[in-house]
């Protein structure tokens, strides 16, 4: 019976203890209307969410945000070396929320900052404010990276969005590195956009990461689906890049057992054969043969005029008999 009495004992104290512990747990400081600015930023900076998101409803049902502009940013610009990761992010979105007009140089402390969340902050800041002003800072900070060594830590898609957004043209290279490199599609999206028929190298690059086996597959793991899709897409368009070693990827995407990525691969196909009808065969002739019964095949499923001349001149390249012989049961060929 000691016994027993003893370990009820135990767990009536763990369960006391464990009681206090969360009927004392620290409950964020509630904000008031006349509290000081200060403790408001402090309280919405140290917290975030929804009290941060409070916090701004409470300056302007106040009235306060005037108040709260000369407090900020010489806070933010003081205290900027001995903030945190939380601390910088929150200040971001209270400073974005309380100006119209950002300071440049205080843009320029959150792109250098060694830690590439907070450099994440600073390039999406750039990417909503775009200018001149803005395109010039983004430029000179670039190249300051570029001139140290360290383009490592711009190959962030937050980047690429910045540049493209202010129409920064100067930096293709890096751009490139990072479709390569980190491969996101906002890299991809800036190439296009700024740089048009230029990137198709790149881009076809790019698509000649992915094995056969890896696009056999549903899920691909080595490159990045989205972006992928915005390079179809853009060959849909733009011719493809005559000379590439690697044109005959386009068959491994047109059959991919991922229906995107195997309906764009087509389409692709579909639109450049017109303009490329030589090299493109060439480059399917030279594919394995499994590649080719199984193009063949897709094109029975779904045919167009271009793809069937395309596997008419197919015909007198293969080197594979069974080829010739599925594209010739193929009734209207």
């Known amino acids: 019976m000691r016994y027993i009495s003893s370990i009820l004992t135990i767990i009536l104290v763990v369960i006391s203890t464990s009681c206090v512990t969360i009927d004392d747990a620290a409950e964020p400081e509630a904000y008031s209307r006349d509290m000081p600015v200060e403790d408001i930023v402090r309280i919405a900076t140290s917290v975030g969410g929804e009290r941060l998101q409070e916090a701004k409803v409470l300056f302007v049902e106040t009235k306060r945000v005037p108040e709260l502009r000369k407090y900020l940013e010489p806070k933010l610009l003081a205290d900027f070396k001995s903030m945190d990761t939380v601390k910088l992010t929150n200040y971001a979105s209270l400073y974005q929320f309380a100006y119209k007009k950002w300071n440049l140089s205080l843009i320029s402390r959150y792109l250098r900052h060694p830690d590439s969340e907070v450099a994440k902050v600073g390039w999406l800041m750039a990417s909503r404010r775009p200018s001149p002003q803005m395109k010039r800072m983004i430029d000179s900070e670039i190249n300051a990276f570029l001139l140290a060594n360290q383009e490592d830590r711009l190959l962030l898609p937050e980047m690429a969005k910045a540049v493209r957004?202010?129409?920064?043209?100067?930096?293709?290279?890096?751009?490139?590195?990072?479709?390569m490199v980190q491969g996101g599609d906002e890299f991809a999206k800036t190439l296009a956009e700024l740089h048009g028929d230029e990137a198709a190298y790149a881009f076809m690059s790019y698509l000649a990461k992915a094995s056969i086996d890896d696009l056999r597959q549903i899920n691909q793991t080595t490159i990045n689906i989205y972006t992928s899709l915005v390079i179809l897409k853009y060959f849909v368009v733009t011719p493809i890049p005559l000379g590439h070693p690697a044109l005959g990827h386009l068959y491994l995407y047109a059959v991919s057992r991922n229906p995107a990525l195997s309906e764009l691969g087509q389409t692709?196909?579909?639109?450049?054969?017109?303009?490329?009808?030589?090299?493109?065969?060439?480059?399917?002739?030279?594919?394995?043969?499994?590649?080719?019964?199984?193009?063949?095949?897709?094109?029975?499923?779904?045919?167009?005029?271009?793809?069937?001349?395309?596997?008419?001149?197919?015909?007198?390249?293969?080197?594979?008999?069974?080829?010739?012989?599925?594209?010739?049961?193929?009734?209207?060929?």
């Open 165 to 179: 957004v202010n129409e920064v043209s100067s930096v293709q290279s890096l751009l490139e590195l990072g479709l």
């Open 268 to 333: 692709v196909l579909d639109t450049q054969y017109p303009g490329f009808k030589e090299v493109l065969v060439h480059a399917l002739s030279m594919q394995p043969i499994e590649v080719q019964v199984s193009f063949v095949e897709r094109i029975r499923q779904k045919p167009t005029a271009n793809l069937k001349l395309l596997l008419s001149d197919l015909k007198a390249l293969t080197r594979f008999e069974q080829v010739v012989e599925e594209i010739n049961s193929i009734s209207r060929f």
